[in-house]
């Protein structure tokens, strides 16, 4: 689903995927998608 969403997306954008994440523990210490999101707005 999530590749859908980002080919109809029609503004500026980026796909990250975490492979094995789950739901709502993205925010545990480890994972790179806070960083990612930090560096997706700061470009």
Known sequence: MSQKLYE???TRKQLFLVPNAEH????????SYLQAIQQFFSS
């Open 8 to 10: 109809l997306a029609p």
């Open 24 to 31: 709502a523990r993205i925010y545990e210490p480890g994972h």
